[in-house]
């Protein structure tokens, strides 16, 4: 018993620490790439009936294997900053990354307007977001400076200004970048670190080579995926396929699509099912590696568990 708790403690381990070598799909980056958003909420058919993440789900669904810390987000101030939120609440939710957010990451709350304690929607976009939108023109926030935040650009303070997004829209090839930019960020107003430094995102699209199957392979890596489908970004975290010769096309993806009403939703990959017809473009994936100091607790930890157990006589 004890060689086989030490192997499940050292298993895990190594995929934290191992998580970013997973061999990325053979494809390019292609900017400036398509514009997701402002991807502004529709309401599901009135015969919907949604599928929460503590149902039991149907058996043809396959999900990342922590799919339940994943939180559901809905839209406010862009599709893919709060996609990016609901992504990086995930990500704080993972051991040796839990201080991604200072607080509560698991639902979305709190107001802007409390900026710099804003709560999760703080962090998808914060007052200075918010107002430089409203002072240059634009009803769903802006990155850049205005007459208020004078400094704006150069003191992003939400994902909305690390992903450059303005009225709610959003570059796919401003989001690697972003990502990566955020998770190094340290929120000046906080009493704890939030950066971290060893950190990849990538964005791949589907005219660069990148199909189905490398998006299904980094769900299986256990890693949820920030989706662009045709103006709209979602937060995938798992997929199906129930192809058949006489539709062959029949497999797709299962989501948060950031509008309310929706919880998990079952989209074809084709978008013959989502509304508008929006058909999958493109990705971007996150890997955030633990810090030296969360991995060194995570093997003191490991080691205990299997101290504390012992051999049995």
Not at 19 to 46: E, K, Y
């Amino acid at each position: 018993m004890s060689r086989r708790i030490c192997s499940v403690s050292i298993i895990a381990v190594l995929t934290i620490v191992l998580a970013g070598s997973t061999a990325a799909p053979v494809c390019a980056q292609f900017p400036p790439g398509p514009v997701d958003g402002p991807g502004l909420p529709i309401a599901p058919p009135p015969d919907w009936e949604p599928v929460r993440g503590t149902d039991a789900l149907p058996p043809h669904w396959n999900m990342i294997s922590e799919y339940q810390d994943v939180p559901e987000y809905t839209w406010y101030y862009g599709c893919s900053p709060t996609a990016a939120g609901m992504l990086f609440g995930w990500w704080d939710a993972q051991p040796g990354t839990q201080n991604l957010f200072d607080g509560d990451a698991s639902t979305f709350w709190g107001d802007s307007s409390e900026s710099p304690t804003g709560g999760t929607k703080g962090m998808v976009a914060a007052t200075q977001h918010i107002v430089a939108g409203s002072e240059n023109g634009h009803t769903y926030g802006d990155w850049h400076d205005c007459t208020s935040y004078p400094n704006h650009e150069s003191n992003p303070a939400s994902l909305g200004d690390f992903m450059k997004t303005v009225d709610g829209s959003t570059s796919r090839s401003n989001m690697a970048a972003g990502f990566e930019a955020f998770s190094a960020w340290d929120a000046p107003w906080t009493s704890v670190n939030e950066s971290y430094a060893d950190v990849d995102a990538t964005t791949y699209y589907t005219y660069g080579g990148w199909d189905f199957d490398d998006f299904k392979a980094e769900l299986e890596a256990g890693r949820p995926v920030h989706l662009g489908i045709t103006g709209h970004s979602i937060l995938a975290l798992g997929w199906w396929d129930q192809s058949t010769v006489g539709d062959p096309n029949n497999y797709g993806y299962i989501c948060y699509t950031t509008w309310s009403g929706w919880e998990l939703t079952e989209w074809r990959w084709d978008g013959v099912d989502v509304p508008n017809e929006r058909a999958v473009y493109g990705a971007t994936y996150l890997t955030i590696v633990p810090e030296p100091a969360s991995m060194l607790l995570l093997l003191v930890s490991a080691v205990s568990i299997v101290g504390r157990r012992g051999p049995r006589r």
